[in-house]
């Protein structure tokens, strides 16, 4: 759901960017290390301690074998990433380790982990940065700030000026909100469009279906539906409503594609950024 | 169809959908998929899938090496050469599914189309149906064309969740939802039909190009 802070929580342990972390919603838990392990948590903000001591967001961490890292609750946001040096070893499915619960495959058995599963990592790369290395501020996603940028959708022109200003109101995240989609409470759009045939839609796509409410696509995204696509998510957003939790408000800003592209390439030269940043803390450690 | 038709639009960073036209026709999806086909072979830089729809097709794009405006004018570049000519004799597989009418919309929809509920189920069976596209979730194929006494427009609230294996219509369109997912269609029957598994070698049961029967399940 949060890219970011997929690749960020991978970049404070040496992993390839892509590898397989713990995606960790709701409540508390634990987990033992059975071996040595380079550790990071990032995304939602969590309390919690790994042998003993308060854990540190978006910092390297070192656990020893027999050490347990333990999630007492999530304080802000919704979606906890937790990264594992050597990442976490599934099978690729579909070319992906990700685990698709809608379709019970992908990840381990395609299911939420379990109390008693255990978890095999692949071999570490050895170039975890010491611990204690962080991620500096200011490149992160204003997540507190619940502003999200929009660009105009294939569907943008079939919506008048008054529902346009109406996206542009306060929305709260209504608790009907999933990996598939969040639906936003708020003012209702005007809306008058007749049924269209489904076309293409993607995470981060805002559709307006006939009662006028929005729903924002997720990352377990439909491929393709019928609804209108009024506007889309700017991706270097898209983990900032990502974890916004129900009840949160989200206020949108309209952008040009042309903007909205050069905040993706921002957002993904700030992770090289952390990236190199993190080699260079490998190599004067 | 003139080629001055073809719109482009932006899907986000990463995808650019063209509009080939307004109304959907066995013309006009006949040259998106020929536009498709052309795109795939076209060997275009930074491309990374090519979704064809009823009215559109959108590509999907590393937006980290090419800008919406240099993407989009060589998509619409290839996709001035597509041929509208419906491929012509029948290359697609034939498909029978067993259909339990017993979904949760079978009266509503019996009311709505002021048709009796066998009536409903007659002329669901009757047809045989084309898989026009393939999209949604993993495995769910766009089926058409339906009977026009039963033609409705999509739930006005969609359903939070709908089950896997449920036999639903909307629009001109029927299909079979092959995995548990939120859904705006109405539900009119269930199969046990799988028709999605990752681990088969091919993991859709339908392509586009097949056809598909409905039967009566006892």
Redesign the interface.
């Known amino acids: 759901m949060d890219s970011f802070a997929l690749a960020a929580a991978n970049a404070l342990v040496g992993n390839a960017l892509n590898a397989a972390v713990l995606e960790w919603a709701l409540g508390g838990g634990t987990l033992r290390f059975d071996s040595e392990c380079t550790v990071a948590l990032a995304g939602a903000r969590a309390s919690g301690t790994l042998g003993g001591a308060a854990v540190a967001p978006l910092t390297t961490l070192r656990a020893a074998k027999g050490d347990e890292l333990t999630v007492d609750h999530l304080d802000s946001g919704r979606f906890l990433y937790i990264a594992l040096s050597g990442g976490i070893d599934v099978p690729i ?2 070319h992906s380790r990700s685990t ?1 619960l ?5 990840g381990l058995d395609g299911r939420m982990l379990r109390h008693g599963d255990n978890l095999r990592l692949g071999e570490a790369a050895g170039t975890a940065p010491p611990p204690g290395f962080h991620v500096p501020a200011d490149l992160l996603p204003a997540y507190a700030t619940g502003v999200v940028h929009i ?7 079939l919506f008048a000026d008054d529902a346009w200003r109406t996206i542009l109101e306060e929305f709260r995240v209504s608790s ?1 909100s999933d990996r ?2 969040y639906r936003l409470e708020g003012p209702a759009l005007e809306t008058s469009i007749p ?8 995470p ?2 805002i559709q307006i ?3 006028g409410k929005p ?1 924002a696509l997720m990352a377990d995204a ?6 209108p ?1 009024m506007a ?4 270097a957003d898209l983990p900032i409503l990502a974890q916004r939790q129900p009840g949160e408000t989200v206020r949108f800003e309209l952008i040009s ?2 903007q ?2 050069r905040a ?2 921002k957002r ?1 030269s700030d992770l090289h950024t952390i990236r190199h940043l993190a080699e260079s803390s490998l190599r004067r450690a | 169809m003139t080629t001055s038709t073809l719109e482009a639009h932006p899907l986000g960073d990463s995808a650019v959908t063209i509009r080939f036209g307004t109304e959907r026709s066995p013309a006009l999806l006949a040259r998106i998929h020929s536009a498709a086909a052309l795109l795939a072979a076209a060997n275009v830089d930074a491309l990374d899938d090519i979704v064809p729809t009823y009215l559109s097709l959108t590509v999907f794009y590393d937006c980290l090496r090419r800008g919406y405006k240099d993407m989009s004018a060589e998509i619409v570049g290839v996709c001035e050469s597509a041929s509208s000519t419906p491929v012509t004799g029948t290359t697609g597989r034939e498909h029978v599914i067993p259909a339990r009418y017993d979904g949760v919309d079978l009266y509503a929809v019996a009311e709505l189309t002021r048709l009796s509920v066998d009536e409903v189920i007659n002329r669901h069976t009757a047809r045989i149906y084309r898989v026009d596209i393939l999209g949604f979730v993993p495995g769910f194929a766009y089926l058409s064309e339906l009977d026009e006494a039963l033609v409705l427009p999509r739930r006005e609230e969609p359903r939070a969740r709908v089950s896997a294996g449920s036999i639903a219509i909307a629009g001109v369109q029927t299909a079979v939802y092959p995995l548990a997912t939120p859904g705006g269609w109405h539900i009119i029957g269930t199969t046990d039909t799988v028709m999605f598994d990752p681990n088969r070698a091919e993991p859709a049961l339908l392509r586009a190009g097949d056809t598909v029967r409905f039967e009566r399940a006892k």
């Open positions: 499915v579909l698709y809608p379709g019970r495959f992908g660009s105009p959708g294939p569907q943008s022109d009907a598939t989609g049924a269209l045939p489904s076309d293409a839609g993607c981060g796509a279906p006939g009662d729903i439909p491929t393709v539906g019928g609804y696509k889309v998510v700017s991706e594609i042309e909205s592209q993706a390439r993904a």
